[in-house]
């Protein structure tokens, strides 16, 4: 098993920037590769971001490339997503999830066993 802890969300004007992290603890995280999801409200779940389990490699959805990076701290257990120059649309929660270490990167949420709690993120326009 492993746990997930997100945190770093709020409410941040467009154009702001926030950084969510997610700290997991339980099997050694380095196994793993990490991504980060959102939901908004009344809409799916959707892929942000992910990371391989090596850090070589990364996925962004379209959304939020040139705007957004992912990025982890083995030593740490931690994997972070930087939001740059964020939009009213950005608004929704943002889950951490950890899978298996495929390549490439997984955008599929079956393929990430372990889920955070989520934490929200709200563009003010």
């Known amino acids: 098993q492993v746990q997930l802890v997100e945190s770093g969300g709020g409410l941040v004007q467009a154009g702001g920037s926030l950084r969510l992290s997610c700290a997991a603890s339980?099997?050694?995280?380095?196994?793993?590769?990490a991504g980060w999801f959102r939901q908004a409200p009344g809409k799916e779940r959707e892929f942000v971001a992910a990371i391989s389990w090596s850090g070589d490699s990364t996925d962004l959805a379209n959304s939020v490339k040139g705007r957004v990076a992912i990025a982890r701290d083995d030593a740490r257990n931690t994997v972070y997503l930087q939001m740059n120059s964020l939009k009213p649309e950005d608004t929704a929660v943002y889950y951490c999830?950890?899978?298996?270490?495929?390549?490439?990167?997984?955008?599929?949420?079956?393929?990430?066993?372990?889920w955070g709690q989520g934490t929200q993120v709200t563009v003010s326009s």
């Open positions: 999830a950890v899978g298996w270490g495929v390549s490439p990167v997984s955008r599929q949420l079956r393929d990430y066993p372990y």
């Open positions: 339980g099997r050694p995280f380095s196994n793993y590769n």
